[in-house]
């Protein structure tokens, strides 16, 4: 569940019900997969999300200024 300001998440596409199966083709099946996702956010200068939305895969791309 989201709190506070969502604009951010808004203007990318991210709903409050989506759950984020993939970063950028880093699968989030475990913490440590998380972790190496985050460590490559670090680098990286567009977003490429694999979300699940009522039931669907849905993918989601998005850039870092």
């Known amino acids: 569940k989201t709190t506070g300001d969502t604009a951010q998440f808004d203007a990318v596409g991210i709903q409050a019900s ?4 993939a970063i950028n083709g880093v699968e ?4 440590s997969e ?8 670090q ?3 567009q977003v490429n999300l694999t ?3 009522n ?3 849905l993918p989601l ?3 870092i200024p």
């Open 18 to 21: 989506d759950v984020i199966l």
């Open 51 to 53: 979300v699940l939305r």
């Open 43 to 45: 680098k990286a200068k």
């Open 61 to 63: 791309q998005f850039d």
């Open 28 to 31: 989030l099946s475990s913490p």
């Open 55 to 57: 039931g669907s895969e």
């Open 34 to 41: 998380g972790l190496k996702a985050l460590r490559e956010l």
